[in-house]
């Protein structure tokens, strides 16, 4: 039997659970789905003309980032933007330079190009697809609705550059309660036709609204 005033042998102090904490993700790959993560804030920092939006999306980044110890830096490759991201413990922060001899394994660095892709996903085509989409609502149910889908439009490109079709049933609340109410500007009409032409952007896609999608 163990004395009651000893502490058990695995159980470690306060300092010793943080410094655990702290080294978890020293060395480890950046996961996949932050690098995507952070592709698409450093886009939406691009291409956003809100300096506040673009400073937000740009803060998220680095806060992501540096959750796994990871920094980002924008490199010229004539011509072309490429995002680049390496570990933290390869930099020499004084110096101002990557130490070659502090890099354990180069494969865990990653480069985007931020420019000249061909991926069908790119985000000049999900615009394309969305302002598409928002043109045949506004041929077959009027202007008003037409408005509206291009303000849900303006939103996903802004905030969350995917489809609107892949938007989520918390994401179009954003919108509903927040953009439309507080950056929109809409117009009398507009307001009370919202939640129908949201309906109508659905039904035109071909898709059920988010909030009424069966999981």
Do not use: C
Request: charged share 40%.
């Amino acid at each position: 039997m163990s004395d009651s005033n000893e502490p058990p042998a695995d159980s470690g102090g306060e300092t010793d659970g943080a410094r655990t904490a702290a080294e978890e993700t020293a060395g480890e790959d950046l996961p996949p789905e932050i690098v995507d993560e952070v592709e698409r804030l450093t886009r939406l920092e691009r291409t956003v003309s809100d300096e506040g939006e673009a400073r937000a999306h740009a803060e998220r980044r680095e806060q992501l980032l540096d959750e796994h110890d990871f920094t980002s830096r924008i490199r010229d490759d004539d011509g072309d933007d490429v995002l680049v991201l390496h570990p933290e413990e390869w930099h020499d922060d004084e110096e101002g330079v990557i130490r070659t001899d502090r890099i354990d394994d180069i494969s865990r660095g990653v480069e985007v190009p931020l420019e000249g892709t061909a991926d069908p996903d790119d985000w000049d085509a999900v615009e394309a697809h969305n302002r598409n989409l928002v043109e045949r609502v506004r041929e077959h149910h009027g202007d008003v609705h037409g408005d509206n889908a291009s303000l849900l439009a303006d939103f996903v490109g802004n905030h969350y550059a995917k489809r609107i079709e892949d938007l989520t049933g918390a994401e179009l609340r954003e919108f509903r309660s927040e953009y439309f109410v507080r950056n929109a500007w809409p117009s009398d009409a507009q307001r009370d036709a919202i939640e129908e032409s949201i309906a109508l952007v659905y039904e035109t896609a071909g898709v059920s609204v988010p909030e009424r999608r069966v999981r």
